[in-house]
T-cell receptor, first 114, second 115 residues
């Protein structure tokens, strides 16, 4: 079945460092890809998405490019802030089905130190 | 506008008791999803409603779990005869439609603890 694999955390960075969180997927159809973020004490929020190959999603300085050839959707940010500390989830939604349920990775905890 | 709300936010129950978890989606959202998230894991799909019709219940772990959305708005997830392994965060999400490009908006979740 469809699945998402993302790098294990925690990832600890200093403020203004470059961030990469790796995400790869396995899917039989042509999924949409998402990054969700969970800040401490809050619910899941959509950070960015891409719906077809070579699309780049971006929001709040974060970017991810849908790479069909490597089945990847790595999250990047050029300069992280303390306020970016959160758990980041990569997810896919298979558009070929009627449900379009999300399949999530296990999450990556990011801790940014001042 | 108001987001997805869930109640209760926290529920502690004894093994063997039944619990009902409520989800109030964003007004006008056709699609409603339930997910379960164990500690340190990503959310896992439980069931999906399109309006009032439960179109996918493939993720419900066993027949102790059921869900309904009788008027196409508020949904209730019921767990009968709870077991300790049912302890988790239960998350509800809604979207304007069921297409894969539509964002799912998540509620704050209900933290269920079975003692």
């Amino acid at each position: 079945g469809d699945s998402v694999t993302q790098m294990e955390g925690p990832v600890t960075l200093s403020e203004e460092a470059f961030l990469t969180i790796n995400c790869t997927y396995t899917a039989t159809g042509y999924p949409s890809l998402f990054w969700y973020v969970q800040y401490p004490g809050e619910g899941l929020q959509l950070l960015l998405k891409a719906t077809k190959a070579d699309d780049k999603g971006s929001n709040k300085g974060f970017e991810a490019t849908y790479r069909k050839e490597t089945t990847s959707f790595h999250l990047e940010k050029g300069s992280v802030q303390v306020s970016d500390s959160a758990v980041y989830f990569c997810a896919l939604s298979d558009k070929s089905g009627a449900t379009n349920k999300l399949i999530f990775g296990t999450g990556t905890l990011l801790a940014v130190q001042p | 506008g108001a987001g997805v709300s869930q109640s209760p936010r926290y529920k502690v129950t004894k093994r063997g008791q039944d619990v009902a978890l409520r989800c109030d989606p964003i007004s006008g959202h056709v699609s409603l999803y339930w997910y379960r998230q164990a500690l340190g894991q990503g959310p896992e799909f439980l069931t999906y409603f399109n309006y009032e019709a439960q179109q996918d219940k493939s993720g419900l772990p066993n027949d102790r779990f059921s869900a309904e959305r009788p008027e196409g708005s508020i949904s209730t997830l019921t767990i009968q005869r709870t077991e300790q392994r049912d302890s988790a965060m239960y998350r509800c999400a809604s979207s304007v439609a069921s297409g894969g490009t539509y964002e799912q908006y998540f509620g704050p979740g209900t933290r269920l603890t079975v003692t």
